[in-house]
């Protein structure tokens, strides 16, 4: 979180700069008509002397990981930095500090005073400035991280990859135990579901990686646990017992919902952005194949700088161009593909069903998992299409992957809405997958499943993102009342013929 102190014209190009780029921001300023223009421009601002402690504090000064003293007054300044220096006194934090001077020859001083640097305001460019506060931000992670891994020493680290791993959570994974190994932590890469793709197989056999089945692992002999590319239980294997020690991921996700000792949630197109900014900032060195690796995981998690791709990825991904081995990069890049993938995928495409921009396809039964998910990201390139949705029996169950462009759509929460009552479905806005029992077809054989699919998988899924109406559900005709039981005849009198018409 960013706190602002002081909000004039400079103060505010460096906040509307931050919010464009989605960083969470609080701005603290003297001025009662200017923080009611703030609110009403949508940013979180409060008014107060950010030369006292208790304005601090209240403004959120705990969670601050930078704080800009944007106030062009020397004295300002001054007040700030004093207030600043007996919080991370007393709380023991240390957040980056950086503030606007309006001299040359105010650097030294203002850096005396306890900032971590000091911009004359010549050179407060708005996007310049933003850009060299993302890397002291960085930095400062990285120390904070460094710490942490140096006081887990001794124990071993169980590095938890999402479930169905893919390149950019695969190549987080090794370069997180690379840091951790550097400062003396032992770990293991561990996952659950399958690693199918040739991607991601190429990975892991080109690297010679050791991944640990999740539902083989003793999870009682790791004394730490990290989640990378992952930020809940929601979507990897470790035990909903065990909070996480370290979460590192790009997704957005809503902070209540992360735990964890050491979080960072950086909104960056890829998650192998991040873990090179620690490697490079850590002073790790990043060999040709890891480098390899976490190219592969940006450019396939930004769909080749198409998608979500932020300033940060395209620096560390020219930063590791500079020593990544090419040969293995290219093999990792364009990987060998299997005879059956091309066959699921001349089926798909057979198949194929174009609403709306959404292609749907059925692709019958297939061997592995993981050939419906690579017809799924291969056909998203085909004209006119925005959102694949590719289904097929694997085994016993019923099998769904899903990709979009659509930035409007969030597929996870579509297909739970749609399979979480005959199964289960959920993913990332972006990528989605969902399973269905074939028990749910009743005793139905597969050639008749496999007919059935169409009805209720392919129409589930168009009724959720409103491409169809919902069928209204009949309302059910109410049962007759069970007839009462006949009382057992008896003689009676017969009433005389008055009391007949009374009865």
């Given amino acids: 979180m960013y706190l602002i102190l002081g909000c004039g014209d400079v103060g505010y190009s460096v906040a509307a700069e931050l919010k464009s780029r989605?960083?969470?921001?609080?701005?603290?300023?003297?001025?009662?008509?200017?923080?009611?223009?703030?609110?009403?421009?949508?940013?979180?601002?409060?008014?107060?002397?950010?030369?006292?402690?208790?304005?601090?504090?209240?403004?959120?000064?705990?969670?601050?990981?930078?704080?800009?003293?944007?106030?062009?007054?020397?004295?300002?300044?001054?007040?700030?930095?004093?207030?600043?220096?007996?919080?991370?006194?007393?709380?023991?934090?240390?957040?980056?500090?950086?503030?606007?001077?309006?001299?040359?020859?105010?650097?030294?001083?203002?850096?005396?005073?306890?900032?971590?640097?000091?911009?004359?305001?010549?050179?407060?460019?708005?996007?310049?400035?933003?850009?060299?506060?993302?890397?002291?931000?960085?930095?400062v992670k990285e120390k904070r991280l460094r710490a942490l891994i140096q006081e887990l020493v001794g124990g071993r680290l169980a590095i938890v990859l999402q479930t169905n791993p893919d390149p950019d959570s695969i190549a987080s994974g090794v370069a997180l135990k690379r840091y951790?190994?550097?400062?003396?932590?032992?770990?293991?890469?561990?996952?659950?579901?399958?690693?199918?793709?040739?991607?991601?197989?190429?990975?892991?056999?080109?690297?010679?990686?050791?991944?640990?089945?999740?539902?083989?692992?003793?999870?009682?002999?790791?004394?730490?646990?990290?989640?990378?590319?992952?930020?809940t239980h929601a979507n990897c294997a470790l035990p909903k017992s065990i909070i996480p020690t370290i979460v590192i991921d790009h997704h957005s996700v809503p902070s209540g919902e992360v735990r964890g000792r050491y979080v960072?949630?950086?909104?960056?197109?890829?998650?192998?952005?991040?873990?090179?900014?620690?490697?490079k900032y850590g002073g790790v060195e990043i060999d040709g194949p890891t480098a390899a690796a976490l190219i592969v995981g940006i450019l396939t998690d930004t769909m080749f700088f198409t998608r979500g791709a932020k300033a940060p990825d395209f620096e560390a991904f020219e930063h590791l161009m500079k020593i990544v081995d090419t040969d293995l990069l290219n093999r990792l890049l364009w990987p060998t593909i299997t005879s059956d993938a091309l066959d699921v995928l001349a089926t798909a495409i057979k198949n194929s069903k174009l609403k709306g921009g959404y292609l749907l396809a059925n692709v019958g039964e297939v061997k592995e998992r993981d050939l419906i998910a690579q017809a799924a990201d291969f056909l998203l390139n085909r004209d006119g299409v925005t959102t694949t949705f590719i289904y097929g029996i694997c085994g016993d169950v019923v099998r769904v992957s899903a990709r979009t462009k659509d930035v409007t759509l969030h597929l996870g929460q579509k297909l739970r809405e749609a399979f979480s009552e005959i199964g289960s479905g959920g993913g990332h806005p972006r990528m989605a997958g969902a399973t269905i029992p074939l028990t749910y077809f009743g005793r139905a054989n597969r050639a008749t499943v496999k007919r059935e699919l169409n009805r209720v998988v392919a129409k589930r899924f168009l009724e959720a993102v409103g491409l169809e109406k919902p069928k209204t559900k009949r309302k059910k005709k109410p049962s007759a009342p069970a007839p009462k039981p006949k009382a057992p005849k008896q003689k009676t009198v017969e009433p005389p013929p008055q009391q007949q018409r009374l009865l």
Avoid: C, W
């Avoid at 705990?62 to 004295?75: D, G, H, K, N, V």
């Avoid at 960072?264 to 490697?279: E, F, H, R, W």
């Fill in 22 to 139: 989605g960083a969470e921001l609080v701005i603290i300023d003297r001025d009662p008509k200017r923080v009611e223009q703030l609110k009403q421009l949508g940013y979180n601002a409060v008014v107060g002397d950010f030369g006292l402690p208790d304005v601090l504090r209240e403004a959120g000064f705990e969670r601050a990981e930078m704080i800009l003293i944007m106030a062009p007054e020397f004295s300002s300044v001054e007040s700030a930095l004093g207030a600043i220096g007996r919080l991370k006194t007393e709380l023991k934090i240390d957040p980056v500090v950086v503030a606007r001077v309006t001299d040359e020859a105010e650097v030294d001083e203002v850096k005396r005073l306890g900032a971590s640097d000091a911009l004359p305001s010549s050179q407060l460019l708005a996007r310049f400035t933003v850009d060299r506060f993302e890397a002291l931000r960085a930095m």
């Fill in 180 to 231: 951790a190994k550097a400062f003396g932590l032992d770990s293991d890469l561990i996952y659950d579901g399958v690693v199918g793709h040739p991607q991601n197989r190429a990975l892991v056999n080109l690297l010679e990686l050791n991944l640990q089945e999740a539902e083989k692992t003793d999870f009682t002999k790791y004394t730490s646990f990290a989640l990378v590319d992952v930020a």
């Fill in 264 to 279: 960072d949630t950086s909104l960056v197109g890829a998650n192998a952005t991040i873990m090179t900014n620690y490697l």
